[in-house]
């Protein structure tokens, strides 16, 4: 069996098998055992602790401290791709004729994603544990566009007001465990045994919580109203295989490295976050729409991430 035939089912393996936990999840949902109240604490559970614990203890199993000049690579690359990401979801809106009223929900979309939440498990899966220091590298870049530029986008215009960047939301638990992590990752500095395995062991549960609760936010919607929304299906396929595929040809020709191309091009391939809706509901947007596109794109990335991967295996 050729290699990357073999890498493409790896992925497809391990897609299913993320697909099975958040079918547990949607199930559980369904059983009133993962109400709404349980899923909000879940969420704090994995964002506050689980994966602020992944990002440490995933780069402080390293044998060796990392190149700076990767990680400043890595920077840029992570200010690309949110400019990329960003300009993504205005194309949407041109190619699919979407209503003025929604023009600023498909940017934000694509900003908000799910990044630490579903790329974690997913890079892990498919790449390794080293590609966690791009993750995290890339969580804060995601994370400090999505709270200035993201929100900027969907606030309304208020004559005479100045726009606050929301610097609490962006020092966040996640930020700062991505920040000790590329730090950890800069130096020859590691974690005691004891502290290494308590992380690790706390980490361990990300990729099945995560999922158990993009499957409880996908049991909350009508499918048929899911289904309706016509034009989330161009932008799932625009965002979710057709851009990271050019995205993965030009950083394949700059970088010249199918793995860091590679982990690249699959975050950018990450469906909407589950906030997403949270946000534009709170900022005044088309919350409906944000969420229907959460269910929509994670239904369909367990399809599209592999085809992406297969798509890379041919390039490369």
Excluded at 225 to 241: A, I, K, Q
Aim: proline share 6%.
């Amino acid at each position: 069996m050729p290699d990357s035939l073999g890498i493409v089912l790896v992925t497809i393996q391990q897609m299913l098998v993320l697909f099975v936990v958040a079918c547990v999840g949607y199930y559980l949902a369904k059983r009133d055992v993962i109400d709404a109240h349980v899923r909000e604490r879940l969420t704090r559970i994995l964002m506050d602790v689980a994966i602020p614990c992944t990002l440490i203890a995933s780069v402080s199993s390293s044998g060796s401290s990392g190149d700076p000049a990767a990680v400043a690579l890595t920077f840029g690359l992570s200010f690309f791709m949110g400019a990329t990401i960003y300009a993504t979801g205005w194309l949407a809106d041109v190619v699919m004729r979407v209503p003025k009223k929604d023009w600023p929900v498909y940017p934000f979309m694509s900003l908000c994603n799910n990044t630490a939440f579903v790329g974690i498990p997913v890079c892990s899966a498919i790449f390794g544990e080293e590609s966690i220091v791009y993750v995290s590298v890339y969580v804060m870049i995601m994370s400090l566009i999505t709270f200035s530029l993201g929100f900027f986008t969907i606030s309304p215009r208020v004559p005479g007001e100045k726009f606050r960047v929301p610097w609490r939301m962006i020092v966040s638990p996640c930020m700062i465990g991505a920040l000790i992590a590329l730090g950890l990752y800069l130096t020859p500095i590691r974690l005691s045994g004891v502290v290494q395995d308590s992380l690790a062991t706390i980490g361990s549960i990300c990729s099945p919580l995560a999922m158990m609760v993009v499957g409880a936010i996908v049991s909350d919607m009508p499918f048929k109203e899911v289904l309706g929304e016509w034009r989330l299906y161009g932008y799932s396929l625009l965002r979710l295989l057709i851009v990271p595929c050019i995205l993965y040809v030009v950083l394949l020709g700059v970088v010249g490295d199918p793995l860091q191309a590679g982990i690249f091009a699959v975050l950018f391939a990450m469906p909407t976050g589950p906030m997403c809706p949270v946000f534009c509901l709170q900022f005044g947007s088309n919350d409906q729409l944000a969420a229907h596109g959460v269910v929509l794109t994670a239904i369909l990335s367990f399809v599209l991430i592999p085809c992406l991967i297969f798509f890379m295996n041919v390039v490369a």
